[in-house]
């Protein structure tokens, strides 16, 4: 047996922008078919560029999956995930290449898909099986996993317009997972779902790979993707640009093609906070030597500079904190800083001038970072400014242990600690008691 799941190649989709779809009757077909000559029916040539009003969704993708595999496909809006997604569940069809997939499929490619919405949970648990390919006698068998799984005993007999969006993806992802299929394709379904049920469908989708069988995620759950998938497919303007193992993917996608400069310019950011009576209006990371630059070596000295102008300074300086909020391209904080923590306090804002946080050894893994900026007085009751998530950094591998070991931090941690070692050869199994140690004390 082929250990190939999905084999895809050339695959294309082009859409004809602006235009809508016309039906017409059997009998409106023939009587325009005996008006044309039968040459007018050849497919026309295919239009090479966008520009003559066709859009290419997706354009030559090929890979090959093998069975068992959980593979993501990640992108930004736009790229192509999901029609790649509705062609292998033959929603659509391609305009170029082929798609071939072996063993049943499910799919769960938008919330709710199938459901009607004047028919009870029940109804729909056997109407949306029974269109995703699932026996009645197997509905039956699973509908307890099925309705554990999605937590609606209580509304099971309720029409599902009642339920709120979070209900109505728990039903249609748990029907959806319960399918015994060889291939389970899913797209952008956790959005919807808390952070208890989002566990709780990867937990299901790892279950289902274990068995053997193969998953396809879209996502934009970064988080998710790396968690559950070995390998990730990354998607850019309809062409497929990168495949390869899930971190190197989720990198390359975070990066795209942005070019981020060294100095980072804040003075018109959206989305800012505060009274507005000191601003940040710029931000930069210097070097070990004081040069700014767009990368930083971990283990490395660096200083963060926030620039900044006092259009209405507060007359006292006294407990004004200028807080740093560092966190990872998923978006958990790795740490915080600011001033009054270390005890130094900064002299009256006037003007413009720069607050800077010098970090003597950084001990942050490799990655992408992003910082929130906020400038507050009176112990963080009232907030000067705030900029969330603007001002980016770069940290790459260094010899942060000072060993020449290659440590590529980035794959086992979010930060580094320094410590020791050591060996005791013979040393007790269990530690001392505390208290007859105590005595011992005592007695001498």
């Known amino acids: 047996m082929s250990r190939t799941a999905i084999d895809v190649a050339g695959l294309g989709k082009r859409y004809r922008l602006g235009e809508r779809q016309a039906y017409s009757t059997i009998r409106e077909a023939l009587r325009d078919a005996a008006a044309i000559p039968w040459r007018a029916f050849r497919r026309a040539s295919r239009p090479q560029s966008e520009g003559d009003g066709f859009l290419w969704a997706l354009r030559d993708v090929s890979f090959r999956i093998d069975h068992g595999e959980v593979v993501g496909i990640i992108g930004r809006n736009g790229a192509g995930k999901s029609t790649l997604l509705k062609i292998l569940s033959r929603i659509t069809d391609p ?77 249609a992802f748990a029907v959806a997972a319960h399918l015994e299929t060889e291939v389970l394709l899913i797209d952008e379904v956790l959005a919807v779902g808390d952070i208890r049920f989002q566990r709780k469908c990867l937990g299901r989708m790892s279950e289902i790979a274990r068995q053997g069988r193969t998953v396809m995620f879209v996502s934009h759950a970064m988080a998710a993707v790396q968690s559950l998938c070995s390998r990730c497919l990354v998607l850019e303007a309809g062409e497929m640009s990168f495949d390869g193992a899930a971190e190197p993917a989720v990198q390359r996608y975070l990066r795209g093609d942005r070019t981020r400069a060294v100095v980072q310019s804040l003075a018109s950011a959206d989305g800012r906070q505060g ?41 006292s300086a006294e407990e004004l904190a200028c807080t740093i909020n560092v966190r990872n391209v998923f978006g958990v904080r790795v740490f915080y800083h600011h001033n009054l923590l270390t005890g130094q306090y900064f002299h009256r804002l006037a003007g413009e001038g720069q607050l800077r946080f010098h970090v003597p050894r950084l001990p942050l893994s490799a990655g992408e970072y992003q910082l929130d900026l906020h400038l507050t007085r009176d112990r963080g009751r009232t907030l000067l400014d705030g900029v969330d998530g603007l001002a980016m950094f770069e940290v790459c591998d260094g010899d942060f242990f000072g060993t020449g070991f290659e440590y590529r931090g980035g794959l086992h941690a979010l930060v580094m600690v320094d410590g020791s070692w050591e060996h005791r050869p013979g040393a007790r199994a269990m530690p001392e008691d505390p208290a007859r140690l105590r005595q011992g004390g005592n007695g001498s």
């Open 95 to 171: 305009t170029e290449g082929q798609a071939r997939i072996v063993g049943r499929v499910g799919s769960l490619l938008e919330v709710g898909t199938g459901f009607h919405q004047e028919l009870t949970g029940r109804d729909n648990i056997y109407l949306n099986g029974a269109i995703l390919g699932m026996r009645r006698a197997e509905i039956r068998r699973k509908f307890d996993e099925i309705v554990a799984f999605a937590e609606v005993e209580r509304f099971l007999d309720t029409p599902v317009k009642r339920y709120s969006s979070g209900m109505y993806v728990r039903l």
């Open 275 to 315: 009274t507005g009576g000191v601003r940040f209006t710029s931000f930069w990371v210097e070097d070990e030597a004081g040069y700014p630059t767009s990368s930083v070596s971990n283990g490395k000295p660096c200083t963060f500079v926030m620039a900044y102008e006092a259009p209405d300074p507060p007359r």
